[in-house]
């Protein structure tokens, strides 16, 4: 099973997970500093502050994605350390630090992509109402030009945003990310601010430079009803507005220039936000679209009571869940109690080229699976992992002999790192981190993932 010979192999880390240095160089707040000195807020009050110390460890760890064979890096950028407040003064010693990582990384024959917002908007600006103000748009992009600016002699791919679904409903809308918000009207204003800072940093940076190949990184799936439900069942219309939410928001907007219908008959809580010029500016052109998949979206009927449009409990972090709930796991679940269903990553992109004539190329820019296997004689064999990674490039290579333009895979992740609201305790790395000596040790699945880049398959 080959590859396109011009197929791209990489893996994908962000900021916040990896850098550590929290107050090195001049470096401001992000709302997940903040989100992580909130008591009871983070699993075992972990933070970012440490992580894997890959702001002082580059070196090591580009040479670690050297030995692996790694043709692309994916990294995000953290805008405190470029702009401390948010907005105003520029911070050298930041720019200066990607500028050793580009470098590393060209020197090593390593192509660098970046990320411009992987979740870590400035404290201060989230006191200003962070995604929810319409400024922020504004600010995003200001914070792009100077990036792009200083790194697009070397760089050549970037992406704006990484999952804006995630920053809006898991950070405004039920509050389980940073800034930790509990209201989905405001969840909406992020989304529609965050699309609108999207195409506000394409402008600026395609006025920059014409070379650069620019694109957005979302998190999709396939979103269904397992079972029946009789029509008129509230589980019907449940599964529509999920779709709009988790996918439709997004690709519509830019590739359609418009919301989709289920969402526009919210009324004001869609349109409030809306003005005129909006979606032309979101829409503009992109050269690639990123595509992260983790597992589908599936549910079952539901008779019980709870979970309206603008309610934030319900099916997890989508609103408009009367009427269904979570269907059980299915195929092997990994350590972070997901489902494994490579299948729907197949069936998703064949979705996506089917309901857009102007799809862009497309990138699978995170995929993976937490799995904590123990270190054996020196060695992780992680034998679950090498089987999620098979499956899944099994389900990429269908879809590519289907016709979609699939160009490349980044797996999630390249080491264990900080994950979030679960602290330290869900390990997707290709590379196991010791969290307390910051020893690298890659697992056996680094070695099978060496081993397809160097044979361009399997």
């Known amino acids: 099973m080959k590859f396109p010979a011009d197929f791209l192999w990489g893996s994908a880390t962000s900021s916040y997970q990896i850098e550590g240095a929290a107050t090195t160089d001049g470096r401001g707040k992000s709302i997940w500093d903040v989100f992580c000195e909130t008591p009871g807020k983070v699993i ?25 064979g790694l043709q692309a890096y994916r990294f995000s950028i953290a805008w405190p350390r470029i702009m401390p407040n948010g907005t105003g003064k520029i911070e050298k010693r930041g720019l200066d630090f990607y500028d050793r990582l580009v470098d590393k990384l060209l020197e090593k024959g390593i192509m660098p992509l970046a990320t411009l917002y992987h979740w870590d908007l400035p404290a201060e600006l989230e006191d200003k109402g962070g995604w929810t103000n319409r400024d922020s748009a504004s600010w995003f992009a200001d914070y792009a030009a100077v990036v792009h600016e200083a790194l697009q002699d070397r760089v050549k791919m970037w992406a704006t945003l990484n999952e804006p679904w995630v920053s809006a409903f898991l950070g405004y809308g039920i509050g389980i ?9 405001k969840a909406f204003q992020a989304a529609h601010h965050l699309l609108l800072g999207h195409g506000k940093a394409i402008e600026v940076m395609r006025s920059q430079s014409s070379d650069s190949s620019l694109g957005i990184v979302l998190n999709m799936a396939p979103v269904y009803l397992e079972g029946t439900a ?8 449940a599964i529509e507005l999920q779709d709009a939410i988790l996918n439709k928001l997004w690709m519509n907007t830019l590739l359609k220039g418009q919301y989709p219908k289920t969402l526009i008959n919210l009324g004001p809580v869609i349109t409030d936000s809306i003005h005129e010029g909006d979606l032309a500016e979101i829409s503009r052109p992109i050269d690639w679209m990123g595509v992260n998949y983790y597992q589908d979206s599936r549910s079952v009927p539901d008779d019980s009571a709870g979970g309206g449009v603008m309610d934030s409990t319900g099916n997890g972090a989508l609103p408009g869940s009367k009427g269904v709930k979570p269907a059980p796991l299915v195929g092997e679940v990994t350590d972070f ?72 895979y980044m797996h999630w992740s390249l080491f264990d790192n900080f994950e979030w609201a679960e602290g330290y305790r869900q390990r997707f790395g290709l590379v196991h981190v010791d969290f307390e000596t910051q020893v690298r040790l890659p697992r056996e699945s680094s070695w099978h993932y060496a081993r397809i880049i160097s044979n361009n398959g399997f």
Do not use: C
């Open 337 to 408: 109690g997901w489902s494994t269903t490579p299948d729907g990553l197949r069936r998703l992109l064949v979705d996506m080229r089917d309901s857009y004539e102007n799809l862009p190329p497309v990138y699978i820019t995170e995929n993976g699976a937490a799995y904590d296997d123990p270190i054996v004689d020196g060695k992780i064999n992680d034998t679950r992992r090498i089987k999620f990674i098979n499956e899944h490039l099994k389900a990429v290579h269908q879809a590519i002999e289907q016709g979609v333009d699939v160009r490349g």
């Open 230 to 237: 009789p029509a008129g069942h509230p589980a019907h219309e």
């Open 44 to 68: 075992n009050a972990d933070s970012g502050a440490v992580a894997i110390d890959h702001y002082n460890r580059y070196e090591q760890d580009v040479d670690v994605m050297s030995s692996l």
């Open 177 to 185: 990310h940073a800034p930790g918000i509990k209201d989905p009207a």
